[in-house]
């Protein structure tokens, strides 16, 4: 059994590169996909191709809009959606992914810390599994995979 | 031609009142649903109907749970899904509302202001409005099931 | 907003009875459809109209499939589905109707006692809700279409 | 002709090892998968990985929603579900299973004693073919993979 | 409960009046619709509307596909596709129309005589119930509605 | 049986009008949905509503997304989708409607005179008919609900 | 671009080799499915081993349903369905496959002599192709694949 | 990541060249399909292969369902629709593809000059790019499937 598994949220720590490393020390049979996580040409790529805009709405309208070609292959590609919720940031992209993940029937699994519970108590209540850290995505994909617990 | 408009997101003003009262002032025929907006009840349904949890995460499940019979329902009955971001909090779930209307291929129609415009582009690239005040939530479904503009 | 239930499950109580009473003493917009309850015309449908078997397996499959007809349609025309296990009997038909209504993306409650928690655990986890008690149901209800709590 | 075929059920018994074992003799295209089948690791995933609870309901919760991104898979993937009732146990998730199958159109094949067959009807109406002994699904795979019978 | 009940299939006897006054007769909550009877109508009507066509594989075609019209707002609309094989004729689109039903998860009445077992035994397969008079269906038909059986 | 047929394409002459004024004298179950109609109301709805745009793309952008809200409405709530074709202009917008129905299944009608027979053969293609006169669309809407040909 | 193809209908000509061959020859990327086409094993093929029936009905559905596990898959995998139609019988399983195709979205092509054309129109009507050879599904298959026409 | 990107539109220019050598030049993982974009075969394939016709209107007919079999497998499989609208022509087949496309939720990139901005508003508004070279299409599959920006 293959897993395309696809690492939505936060783009300012080394989540990703934790669950990609740990999985493939485990030897795990997963294709993982992602957004660009380069901030600076996610902002821009918009208009850095199709032409600059005056207005910042328009600028941006056009990256977002570029930026979910990829996003949406990522999420409809997938078999679980991992999404993770930083400390800082609104991150509504990361709750609209959840959204998106749920309503396609993906399996959901969100990570994050203690002190964001309530407020994404919607996003947990349609997850298959709430998370804290990379390490236990790392442990889940190994058992959905293996059927084999940490320890 | 009835239309289904579903209103989610922020609970903390009267957004929702303003919006079905311009409507029926313009005598249009609109079925609205909205999420439980009574915070407290909202908060604690689950708890209250299904028997009391120490751990606050299982508290927060089962009401959150229990919140999503109701919002499912509004959402796939809704033609029209209009989700409004206020001035506070994270209003995770309605970013997570916004992504299951779009996955689901709903009209969806985003209300904010100006300083979350960055923060949201995701959600308005998949959006087929994008407007700051009620009044113009009135004035788009009046142009859409009458064909008239305002003033 | 009216709502479509389908109770499906045990057939040898008065659960149903209770909870379309309790919903509609309280007023409740609510549509309710069933499997046929009597137990000797849903064995027997089959071969009464179509033709005796002597077979076993053949007279149980032509009133099954009969039978899947008002099933099928309950299922797929709800909003919500409860599905109860009562203290006796196998009932994977009950089983087997949850796993349809959760492949279908219908809002499900799950009825039963304590004593079946482990048993049902796979069941339970597909849920929106648990409980143990029509009158439960009825109040999930009632807080579903009206956004009220008991007391 | 691939074949993808997700073997549901009674986890106590040799069967499925019989199944993959007769296909491999018979050097058929199948791809296996099936739920992780180590009783205790299946009972205790959820908090082995994701922190220990107290209370014994949302022990099996957080295991049986883990679990659920392993059998959903292997459903959704599938071309042939077949789902297996032991002598013992309640067995609600394969009753279970076989609903999710069903309902997403899958061709499923059901494998039971003599003795459960009033109690399993409506789950044997919507089967493709209902079996008794292992043999008889490789016998099945094979004729549908290469068109010969038996003998 | 209301049933919709598309009547597909021969056309030159009174099946579909006999299942119609029997349901009418017996109170039921059902609507009905079927395909155009008239022959000559239905054979002509593309060139009729259209335009005349020398080609006589195109008079058909043009015809055809007017009747689609109406066929697949029939098939689509109905919870139950009631198909009747005569004794005459080839009577290709009557089993076309069972393998779109089937395919659109209707369910799928089958109505013919003993002679044309053997011919029709994948339209069976597919099938819920397969009789041989149309009193039958209407028997059917009150039991999925009523729950009650005849006699 | 009722009909829900939506008008798509040309907006310079009377052919909505003819085709619901024929319908309605014959008395015809039909309901009628159609596109803004008021040129000027329709180019410039968005910045009406919205606010102005000084770049004439996203002027135009905002007023084809808020129409977008009441096109895909008409076109997935109706059963027939009838686009028509003028002498004058590109009519893209027609086209492309017409490639929505097509994907969603409603059944096509296109209409046309000779002379754009060539270059719309691929939308011809898939439709289920293609008439030149708004009388011949009353012609056939009669057929399909009431089984009578015109004379 | 690599096809999957089925091969649909009558069993007792060489049209399935002849086009298996000839698009062989023709070097084409086509992955081709089919029914099982010998006679004996198709009708006998439930009975050999899910056991002997008196009732020839329940001989027959058994043998059917087995073989609707082979016919689904080959359906639902393929991009183009050839459903071919010969001189003799009824064939009344080719009808309900082309039928599940035309519901599923797929390419259809029908092959059938002169003689059928009436019986056919509603078939026909809804085909991307008719022919009578099967040299011309080749030739189809090489233009589709290719580019290139015939000679 | 592999993209399958379908290239619908004009097909008097070279720009399906210029954007895949360009995409070939960049090492991009990408399965580009289009339709035949040989002119004089794509008119007369239909009767090439399946007969003549005196009536131009299935003339065309034949043809572009023949060539419907190609346009549909690869808007079906492709994860991005590029459209051009060249200077010339009414070019409605590709407005038709662009709304097939956004109607299964492709993601949809349109092409065309400066003038046609208008006439095409509703199109592009239903798209996630509008471009007017080829390079900038070259540009953003880089960019969606390395995360890099030109320059």
């Given at each position: 059994m293959t897993l395309s598994v696809y690492l939505s949220g936060e783009i300012h720590t080394d989540w990703r590169e934790d669950i990609m490393a740990g999985c493939k020390a485990a030897g795990l049979d997963i294709a993982f996909s992602s957004p660009v996580t380069d901030h600076a040409a996610s902002?821009?790529?918009?208009?850095?191709?199709?032409?600059?805009e005056e207005n910042k709405f328009w600028h941006d309208h056009k990256g977002a809009k570029l930026n979910a070609i990829r996003t949406r292959k990522g999420i409809e590609d997938a078999?679980?959606?991992?999404v993770r919720f930083g400390e800082k940031y609104k991150q509504w992209n990361a709750a609209f992914d959840a959204g998106m993940a749920a309503a396609l029937g993906k399996s959901l699994i969100?990570?994050?810390g203690a002190d964001h519970q309530h407020a994404l108590k919607e996003v947990d209540a349609a997850a298959l599994a709430v998370a804290e850290e990379p390490r236990q995505v790392v442990e889940m994909l190994t058992y959905v995979l293996r059927g084999t617990l940490p320890g």
């Open positions: 902002d821009d790529c918009g208009v850095a191709i199709l032409g600059a078999d679980v959606v991992v969100v990570l994050h």
